[in-house]
């Protein structure tokens, strides 16, 4: 008659087997790899390039002009007629000590300087102008 083994008999298997969470792992890696350059929110400007330093922080509010004259308070669209008096309100709100303004090269002046006029009318500290850095060539 075959002998049976005790519980005492047997071994404890201290092996924890983790393939199905290297599995796991590394799709959400490959995931968040892929869906991270799309998290970059923002407004598509092509700014002019200057001899300019980084923007120090992202503490500031950013206000964007795109190419067609469409005014971005952060990435939310906002009118002209809506700009002007919603603005003030959020600089109180955020409690911004400096605004940047970002506008595509493409608009034109007189738009910057409206959009820039109604900045300074909040009684902005400071407004910075947001440039791309010249490449070394030219």
Known sequence: MPRRRNRSELGYSAEINVTSLVDVVLTL???FMITAPMMQGGVEVKVPRARTE???SAE??????DRSGQI???SARV??????????QLVKEKGASSVYLRADEGVPYGS????LGAMK???VASVGLIAEPEQDGG
């Open 29 to 31: 890696l490959v995931i």
């Open 54 to 56: 980084s923007v120090p």
């Open 60 to 65: 500031g509010l950013i206000v964007s002009v």
């Open 72 to 74: 971005y308070v952060g």
């Open 79 to 88: 009118a002209w007629e809506q700009f002007e008096t919603l603005f003030p």
């Open 112 to 115: 910057v300087i409206r959009v």
């Open 121 to 123: 009318a909040a009684d």
